[in-house]
């Protein structure tokens, strides 16, 4: 007898019945994460059918990661899904067909780039982090809404990568650079409520409103146009120029075109950066002061082997940081389902269960990072949690164990082929900005406020709270 079943008899999480449906529908919107315990729970991690404003979602369960893991794109498909949900070729034109801008720079040319970029990210860090916690005159500390500041100092610091300096320090181009993820991101939910021949002029006429999308990319063009100029991309220094490398003859006629590559990289870079500096500033702030300073002495012995300089072997050794930022990613999700593909072809998963062409398939990060065969405890937030799984017997278990290295049981960012090119550019951001501001102030919760505060979720994304604040006392000693 056959053991395979019909999609329809997957099972759904939430209320039962149409008005349920639609009722679970409008959950998903403010808790997905909610929904997704709960049909975790009650399906014993099986997979089961999550509803939502854009579709419905297939949340599979550990036994499937493999699949996707392994998976070539001829049967789960990570590119067309994403156009399905961001819809960039909607709003930024057509910039996936050949979607070299994602691929080869980030997943090969920045890699090798990284080196000389540590010294400039740490130069920008350096110049940004005062201007953006402005202590005044006579006082020793700051208080900041957090969140914002950090995806304000993420943007400069990523854009003195992605178009260099001066030009990353232009307040209204980075104002707009922002924007963008806050315009379309959104927009590409609503955008998905209609049929496709519409969509554009939905766009068309949003874009014209909102605009953010169009400032930033009018805001990118001429650096584009003066690498062009002055071909700099024979000794490339800015992701810009690695751009133009790879960029065919008619991409190079058309300036907009190759911006807005730029723009969406933009787009990728900064927000998902941002969560991370702020939940680990919150973390810090939380955390008993000896393993803040455990920390900071682990930097400060990194830069000393160095020679006293702070470059990418040294940041290579911050392996406390790396820990904080690896439990932060396992214990704070980032969204409640990620690494979705569209099916292409009728697939079978692990429980038999047959899919038809164009259910759209996914993971949940949490419930995974939380599978006790992994990961004890884990519901408590353990900062070195990874730093204590090295154990310096073998460097390549111990690889295993940093932020960027993905497994099956460490789905941040992503699984397989499709899995995060940007990860090794995220991290030593990350590191560098956090090194930056460890060394250089001491962090508390301001007098009276909640040092847990809510987050705030929206669709499948959840972030850190926008408003909570954040004070920062400039230490008396700060190691060069
Ligand atoms: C902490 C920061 C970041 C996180 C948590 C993150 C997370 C992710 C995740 C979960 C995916 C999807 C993986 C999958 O489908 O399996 C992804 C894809 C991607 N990310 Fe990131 N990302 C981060 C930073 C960046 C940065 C800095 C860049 C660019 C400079 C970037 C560029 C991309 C690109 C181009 C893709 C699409 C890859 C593909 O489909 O082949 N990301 N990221």
Redesign the pocket.
């Known amino acids: 007898k056959s053991r395979l079943r019909k999609r329809a008899q997957l099972p759904r999480v939430g209320r039962a019945g149409p008005l349920g449906y639609a009722w679970t529908v409008l959950r998903s919107v403010l808790d997905s994460e909610g929904l997704v315990d709960e049909g975790w729970a009650k399906f014993g991690g099986k997979p089961f059918v999550l509803p939502s404003m854009s579709g419905e979602w297939i949340v599979l369960g550990p036994e499937d990661v493999e699949q ?1 893991r392994r998976s070539d794109d001829t049967i789960f498909n ?2 067309e ?2 156009k399905q949900l961001f819809l960039p070729n909607v709003m930024f034109g057509d910039i996936t067909t050949n ?1 070299y ?3 080869t720079i ?2 090969s040319d ?1 890699t090798k780039a990284l080196r000389s970029l540590v010294p400039e990210m740490l130069e920008e860090a350096q110049l940004a982090i005062p201007e953006h916690i402005p202590i005044k005159n006579g006082q020793t500390s700051a208080i900041i809404p957090l969140f914002p500041t950090m995806v304000h100092l993420i943007a400069r610091v ?1 854009n003195r ?1 992605m178009i260099g300096a001066p030009g990353c320090r232009d307040e209204r181009f980075l104002k707009n650079q922002v924007s963008v993820a806050e315009e379309v991101i959104p927009m590409s939910q609503v955008l998905n409520w209609f049929p496709s021949v519409l969509q554009p002029v939905v766009w068309k006429f949003f874009s014209v409103t909102i605009g953010a999308k169009d400032h930033a990319v009018r805001g990118v063009a001429p650096y584009v146009q003066a690498r062009i100029d002055y071909a700099q991309q024979d000794n490339p220094s800015t ?1 810009v120029d690695l751009l133009l490398r790879y960029a065919p003859p008619e991409d190079i006629q058309d300036v907009p075109k190759l911006a807005a590559r730029v723009v969406h ?1 933009n787009m ?3 927000h ?2 941002a ?2 500096t702020t939940h680990a500033l919150f973390e810090l702030a939380r955390m008993p002061a000896e393993d803040v300073e455990s920390i900071r002495a682990e930097i400060l012995a990194a830069i000393e082997s160095e020679g006293d300089i702070f470059n990418k072997n040294a940041v290579g050794k911050f392996h406390l940081l790396d820990s904080l930022l690896k439990e932060i ?1 396992r214990f704070h999700s ?2 409640a389902v ?4 569209l099916v292409l072809k009728e697939a079978v998963i692990s429980n038999g269960t047959v899919l038809p062409p164009g259910s759209v398939v996914a ?1 949940a990060p949490k419930p995974l990072h939380n599978n006790p065969d992994f990961y004890p405890d884990a519901h408590v937030f353990d900062p070195f949690r990874f730093a204590k799984r090295r154990t310096g017997e073998s460097v390549t278990k111990d690889v295993k164990q940093s932020f960027t290295a993905l497994s099956n049981d460490y ?13 090794f ?3 030593l ?2 590191k560098v900005i956090l090194a930056e501001l460890l060394l250089s102030y001491d962090l508390s919760f301001p007098e009276g406020a909640s040092k847990t505060p809510k987050p705030f979720a929206f669709n499948i994304f959840t972030m850190p709270s926008p408003t909570a604040k954040l004070e920062f006392t400039k230490r008396k000693v700060k190691a060069e």
Do not use: M
């Open positions: 996707l990570a590119p899904r994403a979607p801008h994602l691929e980030i997943r920045l990523s990568a992701i990289l990728a870079a900064t998902t950066s969560i991370f990613g980032l969204f990620g690494s979705s593909r993971l789905i941040v960012f992503g699984v397989g082929k499709h899995g995060c090119p940007g990860r550019f995220a991290s951001k990350i």
